[in-house]
């Protein structure tokens, strides 16, 4: 977790003398694991071990992408343990609502019987949407979630991401999950919200 947003907020929750932790997700940064053999189940257990291992109870809990989802699903779970909950270009359900959703029907076939559909990103990086990640993670779409929060909850979009349409999230507003949710959409911003501008703006809300 040497990324600009991770290094930046803990360099924030150290000034505000916050206990600061962060996670890299099985199959990602250095954790092993292998990305397309996991899923939002496999992830959320993790992340539910580990705050029960530490007995963490009072918890404002920020997750970015799709570490969103996991923070909104672990923010529904438990209420109770969350202060308030921060969500950076989340992208609940996006295995459904941006991925299988807009596939076409040769993918999901593809998908489906041989496990795996790679595409290319940049010249770095392929991402590999498995049949794993899609199945797996169904039981977590947040409508099989009833419960609600009651506390504050901020999503910050940026108006120029590609990834998660700055309003993706506005079904929230007239749904029941969130009690207390602002969502700020903040001008020029893309996806990454890494630019220090962005995360001035955004390390208001600590």
């Not at 939002?40 to 993790?46: A, R």
């Not at 947040?142 to 991401?161: H, L, V, W």
Request: net charge positive; glycine share 6%.
């Amino acid at each position: 977790m040497n990324g600009t947003k991770a290094s930046f907020f803990y360099n924030v929750a150290r000034r505000k003398k916050y206990s600061y932790l962060s996670m890299d997700l099985r199959g990602h940064g250095l954790s092993s694991g292998v990305f397309n053999q996991l899923s939002m189940k496999d992830w959320y257990q993790d992340l539910d071990e580990l705050i029960k291992f530490l007995k963490v109870k009072q918890i404002v809990i920020v997750g970015s992408s799709m570490g969103g989802w996991l923070a909104i699903n672990y923010t529904l779970l438990n209420p109770s343990k969350i202060i308030k909950l921060i969500g950076l270009a989340p992208a609940p359900d996006f295995t459904e609502l941006l991925l299988w959703k807009n596939f076409s029907d040769s993918i999901k076939k593809k998908i489906m019987t041989k496990g795996v559909h790679k595409k290319r990103i940049s010249k770095e990086f392929v991402y590999e949407y498995s049949k794993v990640l899609i199945m797996r993670s169904r039981p977590m779409l947040t409508n099989r979630i009833k419960s609600k929060y009651n506390g504050e909850a901020i999503f910050f979009q940026g108006s120029k991401d590609t990834s998660v349409p700055y309003d993706y999230n506005n079904r929230f507003l007239d749904g029941d999950h969130f009690q207390n949710l602002r969502i700020n959409i903040i001008k020029d911003a893309d996806h990454s919200l890494s630019d220090i501008k962005t995360l001035k703006i955004i390390e208001k809300e600590f």
